[in-house]
């Protein structure tokens, strides 16, 4: 048996999946709201809107200024899914979406703590 973690997507879907997210300065979070579990079917998008409220929050665009990094650049990215466990998000050095690390917990501090010690 291995621990590969499958994702699909939904068949149909009118619009993108409902989540909430915040930031503390170290911790980017996720939680899914409409509990279909199709937040990490959909996350580049649920990133790239994060990344663009950065944007949109500190005036500038990692797209046109060369000497800025992406804007997830330096942060661990948390997300919780429909059924309340966490998952470190993996970003690579564009800001691209690499995997999901199941941390295997429902508590969030104890999330907080363990994807703050992920290589």
């Known amino acids: 048996m291995t621990n590969d973690l499958v994702i699909t997507k939904p068949a149909s879907r009118a619009?993108?999946?409902?989540f909430d997210w915040g930031i503390d300065g170290l911790v980017i979070w996720l939680e899914e709201l409409?509990?279909?579990g199709s937040l990490m079917a959909y996350i580049n998008e649920a990133l790239a809107q994060i990344a663009f409220a950065i944007e949109l929050q500190t005036g500038w665009d990692h797209r046109t200024d060369g000497h800025t990094y992406h804007?997830?650049?330096g942060y661990r990215l948390l997300l919780r899914d429909a059924t309340g466990l966490w998952y470190a998000i993996r970003m690579d050095?564009?800001?691209r979406f690499a995997d999901f690390v199941p941390l295997e917990e429902f508590d969030y501090d104890t999330?907080?703590?363990k994807v703050l010690w992920l290589p």
């Not at 619009?15 to 409902?18: D, N, V």
């Open 71 to 73: 804007p997830l650049y």
């Open 15 to 18: 619009s993108a999946p409902l």
């Open 34 to 36: 409409d509990g279909f």
């Open 93 to 95: 050095e564009a800001g």
């Open 111 to 113: 999330a907080y703590d």
